[in-house]
């Protein structure tokens, strides 16, 4: 099986351009999360889908957007880029949403650094 | 608001010996989900263990168990016969629904041959 594919996996911008960061969660899984991890930290939230809802953000900018596609891949797009947004950007999958009892699978991230 | 604490930045243990790893939270939910993530240096994240907090019985997978003491909000994890394999950071982390992981800063595990 396929596992989560993120791409690019590094990628160099300059202060005020735009990315977009991509995924595809594994065959099946309706569920994408987009986190946030700066280097030496844990992760942060940023946004979740399902079925092609966002069911959550975390607090982050309104530059910070997402969407997610019928066939359930998703982008994460990040505009008027600041030194500080360079982190690494994980997705991860999920099925759906019981209650934490599932597991997320991760991507091996975006590392995106902004000069 | 939920936190997730690490206190140990780093640590470093011999190959085969027995390691653990601390965690500490904070929520005001009754039921939540706690989580060991490890992140090997090639960056993929990985879960290594969960646990429920209505189970009282602390969860195992192979050599990684977990004492979960709820009162406490302690959830330290156990690495039995520790393997080169497994350095890398771990992470702690708490869902109380939805799988919007609150994570803890993470601790570098070092097996040394």
């Known amino acids: 099986d396929t596992g989560v594919t993120q791409s690019p996996t590094h990628l160099i911008k300059t202060r005020g351009q735009q990315v977009t960061l991509r995924c595809s969660p594994i065959s099946g899984h309706k569920s994408v999360s987009w986190y946030q991890q700066v280097l030496g930290q844990g992760p942060q939230f940023i946004f979740q889908?399902?079925?092609?809802?966002?069911?959550g953000r975390g607090n982050f900018p309104d530059r910070f957007s997402a969407r997610q596609f019928p066939n359930y891949s998703s982008e994460l797009n990040v505009n008027a880029l600041l030194l500080g947004d360079s982190a690494l950007y994980l997705c991860?999958?999920?099925?759906?949403?019981?209650?934490?009892?599932?597991?997320?699978?991760f991507g091996e991230g975006s590392r995106l650094t902004v000069l | 608001a939920q936190t997730v604490t690490q206190s140990q930045p780093e640590m470093s243990v011999q190959e085969a010996e027995t390691v653990t790893l601390s965690c500490t939270y904070d929520?005001?939910?009754?039921?939540?989900?706690l989580f060991w993530y490890k992140q090997p240096p090639s960056r993929q994240m990985i879960l290594v263990i969960r646990q429920e907090a209505y189970k009282q019985q602390n969860a195992t997978e192979n050599r990684f168990s977990v004492n979960f003491q709820k009162a406490a909000k302690s959830f330290s994890l156990k690495i039995s016969d520790s393997q080169l394999g497994d350095t890398a950071m771990y992470f702690c982390?708490?869902?109380?629904?939805?799988?919007?992981?609150?994570w803890g800063a993470g601790t570098k595990l070092i097996i040394k041959p």
């Open positions: 889908y399902y079925e092609k809802e966002e069911r």
């Open positions: 929520t005001s939910e009754s039921n939540y989900y």
């Open positions: 991860a999958s999920s099925s759906g949403l019981p209650r934490g009892t599932g597991e997320l699978f």
């Open positions: 982390a708490l869902t109380e629904s939805n799988y919007q992981l609150i």
